[in-house]
């Protein structure tokens, strides 16, 4: 997926995905909205995505998500303050992303989560 810049907002329609990975998508700079709708998703990979930005806040609608990695992901500047509704969510990996100053008050709220940084 090096080539890959973005999803088509059909995305959101595998409701039942629970796992996916997107890893070294070089080029990747945004998730659809529609990333939102993956309600069935369980672990998001998307370490070493260079060129992503930001993420969706509609991702505080995966209530499902168990694990979500963003490694390396230098570019990356902010996460939505809707991760803190993210209540399985118990590993949330942010080594070497280095744009990323501060995390949303919000992810207090999560007793299981562990974050590494």
């Known amino acids: ?19 996916l990975d997107l890893a070294y ?12 709708q993956l309600t ?21 609608k995966l209530i499902g998500l168990q694990h979500l990695y963003l490694y390396g992901c230098v570019q990356l500047k902010a996460l939505p303050e809707s991760v803190g509704q ?5 590993t949330l990996g942010l080594t070497g992303c280095e744009q990323l100053k501060a995390l949303p008050e919000s992810l ?3 007793e299981r989560l562990r974050i590494s940084r």
Not at 25 to 36: A, D, I, K, R
Not at 41 to 60: A, D, H, N, V, W
Not at 86 to 90: E, F, I, R, W
């Open 1 to 19: 997926c090096m080539q890959l810049t973005t999803l088509p907002e059909s995305f959101g329609q595998l409701t039942t995905l629970q796992r």
């Open 25 to 36: 998508c070089n080029q990747l700079t945004t998730l659809p909205e529609s990333s939102g």
């Open 40 to 60: 069935g998703l369980q672990e998001f990979y998307l370490s070493r995505c260079k060129q992503l930005t930001t993420l969706p806040e509609s991702l505080g």
């Open 86 to 90: 993210l209540t399985a969510l118990q």
């Open 108 to 110: 207090l709220q999560l």
